[in-house]
């Protein structure tokens, strides 16, 4: 069998077979699929987060889950034996919708629930790390916020990561919400971080559809995972866009944990306005960044029209890092 990347919390050593799914489905139940049909996802990550190759007749080991993905899939936890590959970390669920540009989803058949010596189903559940106590940073939490999908947030929080550990600091990084990825984790680590934490550490495969409340105390289960580690500095990522219904509303309680908010946008218009939501909640925006970086021009027009500056992701790895964790790159009012 092949193991997927949302398994990851599981020790290995645990006594596991597989029998008939016995209850109905719930998010981060974890089941064996065979691969009937390769789609989009061609690939996934197995534990580690290296690509493994699929074929067809492949048995998958992923968890059920839900996935919101403006620019990819839309996804919820299965209906039946037939489904879906939603991500290349191993979420199990059935496609609803789709973005145009991706092809057909990889196909699934579910033969089982991964159960363990008694015969229990197992869930990334089973594995959750316990909610820490109460920590912080010697310095600073910087939570990175993005204007929409693949705006640049995971390039943004681990070029801050990188800054911080090129100044000798030990940065901490987080991803809040989102699907379990090897990719994100790997970028925090390659970057320098000193220690990384996720909600999959918490017993979420995916974030989308867990009560809204349990998202607030994951988010600070991870920054205080992080800052119990030693990082003098903590970096945050929440993932897909502002507008999306739960990030909209951990916004609202970002206020008590961060003390810097980095926006990544894709253009000066969407920068504007993201950081008029972030100022309309109190939330200290210190920079832009992300894909509206790589354009001069662009950045021009919102550094003029929103009076905050538009830092790379090679400048914040390159010290401007230490002005956002610093506080002495100023947020206009």
Do not use: Q
């Amino acid at each position: 069998m092949k193991w997927s990347y949302v398994t990851r919390t599981m020790p290995y050593e645990l006594a596991t077979t597989v029998a008939p799914v016995a209850r109905d489905p719930r998010s981060g139940d974890l089941v064996v699929c065979r691969v009937t049909r390769v789609g989009v996802h061609d690939h996934a990550e197995d534990r580690v987060g290296r690509r493994m190759r699929l074929f067809p007749g492949d048995l998958l080991v992923g968890a059920y889950g839900n996935r919101y993905a403006t620019d990819f899939y839309e996804g919820y936890v299965p209906r039946g034996s037939r489904t879906h590959l939603l991500t290349a970390g191993g979420l199990v669920g059935d496609v609803v919708a789709a973005h145009d540009a991706h092809g057909l989803p990889t196909e699934l058949e579910v033969v089982g629930a991964l159960v363990d010596g008694e015969r229990r189903p197992l869930s990334t559940e089973d594995f959750a790390a316990p909610m820490p106590a109460w920590s912080a940073p010697r310095l600073a939490t910087v939570a990175v916020v993005g204007s929409g999908m693949n705006a640049g947030k995971t390039t943004t929080a681990a070029a801050l990561v990188r800054g911080c550990a090129r100044a000798g600091l030990l940065a901490g990084a987080g991803k809040v919400t989102g699907s379990g990825s090897g990719k994100d984790r790997w970028a925090y680590v390659d970057a320098g971080a000193h220690s990384v934490s996720d909600f999959l550490d918490f017993g979420m495969p995916s974030t989308f559809g867990h009560p809204l409340e349990r998202l607030a105390s994951t988010m600070l289960a991870i920054r205080n995972t992080l800052a119990g580690d030693g990082a003098d500095v903590v970096v945050l990522e929440i993932a897909d866009g502002l507008l999306m219904p739960e990030t909209s509303w951990l916004l609202g309680r970002l206020g008590g944990v961060a003390d810097a908010v980095v926006l990544a946008a894709v253009d000066a218009l969407s920068a504007r306005s993201g950081v008029e939501i972030l100022r309309g909640l109190g939330l200290p925006v210190h920079a832009l960044s992300g894909l509206l970086s790589r354009s001069p021009l662009a950045s021009r027009e919102a550094a003029a029209t929103i009076g905050l500056p538009v830092l790379s992701p090679r400048a914040l790895a390159d010290g401007a890092a230490l002005d956002v964790v610093g506080g002495t790159t100023s947020a206009a009012a």
